[in-house]
């Protein structure tokens, strides 16, 4: 029986930094993919050390490569009419990581109940980064209905709901973390944060 939401293990495969740039060369990422996947990589590992150090470990590598790999199948699928989301799954399955199929699928919009994990952090990490710059919750959504949405009421319904999903994922988020950071904080130089 496959678990619904997979469990990250020091066992679990996982590719290593090497092989996720090969991926990015194999499957064309643009450079502006690639830089936004670097910085969404930036914030999710400062999630993931501010969570450790309130008592709530994660898989490090699974965050690392989830995040360097959420977007693989966006230049294949752009004119296209497949979901990157899917897609990378997809391919993230086909390669043998199943776990991270799972979170790739699920970095566009988290399913009801999902629980803070390594899923939960890179979802809500991407939905803090436009392009390569970060950004609040409202602003990203406000980009993403706007580039995306294109005055389709169920596009507009689901970027609606992803809005209201990343919102509960940062009072998660945040209301774990026990030492006083707060969404602003992930602005901040890290040589300025203790």
């Known amino acids: 029986m496959v678990e619904l939401v997979p469990r990250f ?13 090969g991926l990015w060369d194999e499957f064309a990422m643009l450079d502006n993919i690639r830089q936004h996947s ?14 450790a150090a309130s008592g709530l470990t994660l898989n490090r590598r699974a965050v690392e490569a989830g995040a360097l790999l959420h977007d693989i ?12 989301d899917l897609e990378g799954a997809r391919i993230m399955e086909e390669l043998g990581y199943s776990e991270l199929a799972h979170l790739v699928a699920n970095h566009v919009l988290l399913p009801p109940g ?19 710059q970060l950004v609040t919750l409202p602003q990203r959504f406000a980009y993403i209905t ?5 005055g389709d009421p169920a596009l507009e319904e689901r970027i ?35």
């Not at 999902?114 to 390569?132: G, I």
């Not at 706007?146 to 294109?150: A, L, P, S």
Request: some cysteine.
């Open 114 to 132: 999902q629980p803070l994990d390594e899923t939960m952090v890179v979802n809500y990490a991407d939905k803090r980064v436009t392009h390569d």
């Open 73 to 84: 199948a966006k230049t294949p699928c752009l004119g296209q009419k497949c979901r990157h």
């Open 160 to 194: 609606a709901l992803g809005l209201e999903r990343a919102s509960m994922a940062e009072v998660q988020i945040f209301g774990r973390i026990d030492h006083g950071h707060t969404p602003a904080d992930l602005a901040l130089d890290p040589a300025d944060q203790a």
């Open 38 to 51: 670097r910085v969404v990589c930036a914030v999710a590992l400062r999630l993931t050390g501010w969570l």
């Open 146 to 150: 706007q580039r995306y949405g294109r």
């Open 9 to 21: 293990s020091a066992e679990t495969p996982l590719p290593s930094l090497d092989q996720i740039a």
